[in-house]
Structures are given as structure tokens and as C-alpha cells.
């Protein structure tokens, strides 16, 4: 097949060339790196080094193992070198991913079942709860996160750094421009969300996200002694996630794909596996790499409005089918047992807390009550996986089916509730999970909306499905008619869960939170000796009045509008 040719050479072959040698100085690598003083030599009982990689809104068919368009080379290698994780569960959206990562517990325990963190509420990650990096710690790790956080930031002591993290640098809210870093919650609710610590990094405007993130986990590991401490870094990626940004290198290679969208997608996707080269490449030149552990996930589903798929899985982004909940993830690491195959094992993202726990010498006590367990047996050895059953979640606020009742739900559960649950080969679903067509990769010049908003607005007509998601992965052929007895079976599960769940934690906006009442930035507002007894329904004429002040006032009026269009 013939390709779009550059100054006289194949783009293909450029691109091939470029990923030849490892050596090659790119964009988002750092410049003047000092050269490695350090012995090679691994440790010998010293933990393993932890690099935990994740992406924003990488679909399961937006990588090259998976996909026929978007090619991906270094991340392909390093997932057919280790363990690729083929029955690996995440969370439909960004906060709920990010927490139960951090905390090992499902939503339902720390009172985020509903939606994510938004930019003005007051909430965070719960206080109550000991962070996965705040174990770490204990256990002698130095540890270090860049990128997006999605976790709250009203107080101080929700930034990453008061949640067990040495360094930061990242974003707070949940998108941003890749460029600018400014970030919108609303007509003219924006400001500028780039932190280093926990102070405001005006001076990195210009650099394209995707590129500093990986230049700031270079320098930790050039600045670090592998053999004196062992190193945790979770460098969580803005991108895949809109707007829909990246160098223009990177988009010479698809020329081919006439969808603008996915175009440019698979740009975004490329820049990752490029940095997540140079990432590799420095591992092995300071001498952490024979003992590292390199764990690859998303943190949800793929969203098709904006280039993404999840073909040949069912939904997207934000819905409870397989194609919002089913994550991409591998592991690469010298350390594995058994290399280079696929594990089928059960896998949920909250089992990383325990399982990298037990990798850093943590005994079970450290882990107790995490709703998380160590598979890291399975996923070494090929052994069967401790886990036989995945809450996907129970949201009581979530829109409530209409056709959904107590009677049928057998008189136990409320089937208006939207819930879904995973025990063995068996997946429930209740309720309104979203949006549940299956979507092809976009190959039209033009996305067909018109088409689409007549699709993604009709309701079912029914409020219970089952299915067999072992030997029907892509969720065609529902069951609940069929096999009841598994539906009582699996909705007394949920009752059971419900049981233990806290109440959810959604508050509404604080109008003090605005960026422009705190130096056009976003960043905490409320005094950490200030009680949470804000009156969020109340009106305030004079907050108003300074709003509109502020607002008339702001350089961020001009921010393109269409950003407010990127937010979850």
C-alpha cells in the first residue's frame, strides 16, 4: 500500500526509523542529561522500583495489539515481553479510577459512587484513608506523581503532596489545554492549572503536556540513586483526553485516516508510546530497570465523540458496559516469572494497592480492609487470580430508570438503581448503565452527529441484563430472562455491598472556588482549619458582586470557549 511521502522519504519508513534507536533525542526527552555515575548492578533485596503508567480515556481498541489503524511499537514490545492483562477492569470515569488506585477501595467506601470531583466542589479523597503512596513511604519508597490528580484540591491537605507524594507536578482538574494549561468549569470559569508542589508553575506554559510529564520523570531518575532507595512513580497522562492536541509530527504518520478525529487521536496516542520510550530507555540508563515493575492502564473507556474506541466491546466512556469498564493494561518487568503471554486472569484496579504493598515487603495488616487483593501470583506465575468477583458500582443518585422497580427486582433490590456487579463468568447490570451501542472505529471524514443524537437518546425498555461476559465478551446476547436464578443470585450481592456502602459524597459548588478570587489559577480556597459548614444553597449578592468583577476583569475571557466543552 502506498504511504504519504516527506521531503522525498516514506513517512512509514521515518517512522520506523525513529523508533530503531532508542538512543534518539526527541521532543520529551530532557536536554543535558548527566550521564549515569551509577553501577548497574541491581540490588539484590532492595523492593522493586514502581513505575505505574496511566492514560486518560484510551479506549480498548486505541492501541496496537488491539487496533488495525493507531500504531504503537514500544508499548506493543513491552506488553509482548511481559503480561498483557485481558481481563482487566477499571472505572467508567477519571475520579473513581484514580481513587480506587490510590485507596484500594471501591467507590461505595469512600463516598465518591457518584460522577467525579469537580473543579468548584469542595470534596477530595476522604482523609480517613491511607494512600497507596503514603504506605509506600513507610515502607522506605521515595515517591513522585506528574500529571493529573482528579482528586480534589479545596484544602491543602488534599493535594497530592499532603497524600503521600515527595514531588508533584501535574495538573488538579480534570482537562486542560495541552499548551496553555488553562482549564473551564463553565462560561467564563476559567484558569490556569499547571502545579510544581503545591505552588502555581506559571513558568511551563508553552510546552506540550505530554512532553513535560515525561521530562520530569527523567529527571527524578537521573536524579536519583536506584541502589539507595527504591523509587514509586505514577506519572498519570492528561492525554488521551480532549481537547485534541498534539504536535504536528506525530500526525504525519496517519495522514492515511480521513476521520479527523481519530487522526489526531492516534497522534496523541504515538506521543505516548514515545515518551513511554524514553521512560524505558532511561530505566535501563540509570540502573533501575532489572528492578523495576512497569504497569500499563487506563483509567476507562474511550470516548468515540472524540476518536476513541473500544471496538469490538459494547458503550464508552462512562457507561457500565464492557466497553467503559474493560481497561487496557500490561506489565514488563525482568522480575516476572512467566514472560511473554496473555493472562485471562481477573484483574480490578483496586488490586494494585495490595499487590504493590505486598511487592514492597508490606505485610497483609498494611492492607486490611481494601476492598483490593495481591494478584500478583497471577499475574507473575499464571496462577489462578484471587479475585472472583468486581463491584463495578452502586450509584443511588445516578438518573433512575424509569422502568426499573422493586417487584422486579424480586422484591430485594431497587432495579431503578443504577448498579452493575461481576461475580465469575456472570455481569448484572440495573438501572440506566449508558449509553450501550457498539461503534465501530470512525472512518468517515466526518463523524455523523446528526446520526448519532438519535442513537445515544433512546431509552430501554427495561432495567435488568445479564450476561455471560466469558463467552460473550461484547455483551449481545442478555440472559436475564433465562437464567433469574442468577439474577437473584448476583442482585442479593448487591444488596449485600450496599450494606456496607457510606454515604455519597456530592457537594454543591462553592462560588469561592473560582480561579479569579485566587490569582487566576485554580487551587485550594478553603483554610484547612476552616469546618466543612459552607451553606451551598444559600444566595450571596455580594460574592455575586465580586464575581462579576473579577470576571469583567479576567485575561481568561478570552480563552476559547470551546474548552468548556472538554470537561467530563
Known amino acids: 500500500m502506498a504511504t504519504t511521502t516527506l521531503t522525498g522519504f516514506s513517512v512509514m519508513s521515518l517512522l520506523s526509523l525513529a523508533y530503531l534507536s532508542w538512543d534518539l533525542m526527541s521532543p520529551n526527552q530532557v536536554e543535558n542529561e548527566p550521564d549515569p555515575t551509577f553501577n548497574v548492578k541491581s540490588p539484590v533485596q532492595q523492593p522493586p522500583h514502581i513505575i505505574f503508567i496511566m492514560t486518560d480515556d484510551q479506549g480498548f481498541n486505541d492501541i496496537g495489539y488491539h487496533s488495525s489503524d493507531i500504531r504503537t511499537p514500544v508499548l506493543d514490545k513491552l506488553a509482548a515481553d511481559g503480561v498483557k492483562l485481558e481481563n482487566y477492569y477499571v472505572q467508567p470515569i477519571c475520579t473513581p479510577s484514580r481513587s480506587q488506585l490510590i485507596t484500594g477501595r471501591y467507590q461505595i467506601h469512600t463516598g465518591l459512587q457518584h460522577s467525579i470531583i469537580r473543579p468548584r466542589q469542595p470534596n477530595c479523597l476522604p482523609f480517613d484513608q491511607v494512600t497507596l503512596p503514603q504506605r509506600l513511604q513507610q515502607l522506605g519508597y521515595s515517591t513522585h506523581m506528574v500529571g493529573k490528580w482528579h482528586l480534589g484540591f479545596y484544602k491543602k491537605e488534599c493535594l497530592p503532596t499532603r497524600r503521600g507524594f515527595d514531588t508533584y507536578l501535574g495538573s488538579l482538574t480534570g482537562s486542560m489545554d495541552y499548551y496553555t494549561y488553562e482549564s473551564c468549569d463553565g462560561p467564563r470559569l476559567c484558569g490556569f492549572d499547571l502545579h510544581e508542589g503545591e505552588s502555581v508553575s506559571w513558568r511551563r506554559r508553552g510546552k506540550y503536556s505530554t512532553h513535560l510529564y515525561t521530562q520530569r520523570v527523567r529527571k527524578i531518575l537521573a536524579a536519583h540513586d536506584p541502589l539507595s532507595q527504591p523509587l514509586f512513580i505514577f506519572l498519570s497522562f492528561q492525554a488521551v483526553h480532549t481537547p485534541l492536541q498534539c504536535p504536528q509530527e506525530y500526525i504525519y504518520p496517519y495522514n492515511e485516516l480521513e476521520n479527523f478525529a481519530r487522526r489526531k487521536y492516534a497522534a496523541m496516542v504515538s506521543s505516548v508510546d514515545e515518551a513511554v520510550r524514553n521512560i524505558t530507555y532511561a530505566l535501563r540508563k540509570y540502573g533501575y530497570y532489572k528492578n523495576s515493575i512497569l504497569i ?47 493472562s485471562k486472569a481477573l484483574v480490578h484496579i483496586t488490586d494494585w494497592y495490595p499487590t504493590l504493598v505486598g511487592l514492597a515487603g508490606g505485610n497483609e495488616s498494611l492492607t486490611e480492609g481494601v476492598d483490593g487483593y495481591n494478584v500478583w501470583e ?9 479475585r472472583f468477583e468486581i463491584l463495578h458500582n452502586i450509584d443511588p443518585l445516578y438518573n433512575h430508570a424509569r422502568t426499573g422497580s422493586l417487584q422486579k427486582g424480586f422484591g430485594i433490590w431497587n432495579t431503578a438503581i443504577q448498579a452493575s456487579i461481576r461475580a ?145
Open 424 to 568: 465469575g463468568d456472570w455481569k448484572l447490570l440495573t438501572g440506566d448503565p449508558g449509553y450501550g451501542d457498539w461503534i465501530p472505529p470512525p472512518i468517515l471524514p466526518g463523524f455523523p452527529r446528526e446520526y448519532w443524537n438519535l442513537e445515544r437518546h433512546i431509552k430501554p425498555n427495561k432495567s435488568v441484563w445479564l450476561f455471560n461476559v466469558s463467552g460473550d465478551p461484547y455483551e449481545r446476547f442478555d440472559l436475564s430472562e433465562q437464567r433469574p436464578d442468577v439474577v437473584k443470585e448476583l442482585l442479593a450481592r448487591l444488596v449485600y455491598y450496599n450494606r456496607t456502602a457510606v454515604p455519597v459524597r456530592y457537594p454543591s459548588e462553592d462560588p469561592q472556588a473560582d480561579p479569579q478570587l485566587n490569582g487566576g489559577a485554580w487551587g485550594p480556597w478553603m483554610g484547612d482549619e476552616e469546618e466543612e459548614t459552607w451553606d451551598y444553597q444559600k444566595e450571596n449578592m455580594e460574592w455575586k458582586r465580586k464575581l462579576k468583577m473579577f470576571k469583567s476583569r479576567s485575561i481568561f475571557r478570552r480563552l476559547n470557549t470551546r474548552m468548556m466543552s472538554n470537561r467530563i
Open 378 to 386: 497471577a499475574i507473575s506465575e499464571g496462577k489462578e487470580s484471587s
Open 296 to 342: 500499563f492502564s487506563t483509567d476507562n473507556g474511550g470516548q468515540p465523540l472524540s476518536g476513541g474506541s473500544n471496538w469490538p466491546l459494547r458503550g464508552r466512556k462512562g457507561t457500565y458496559w464492557e466497553g467503559g469498564v474493560r481497561g487496557l493494561g500490561f506489565v514488563h518487568s525482568p522480575l516476572l516469572r512467566k514472560k511473554r503471554r496473555v
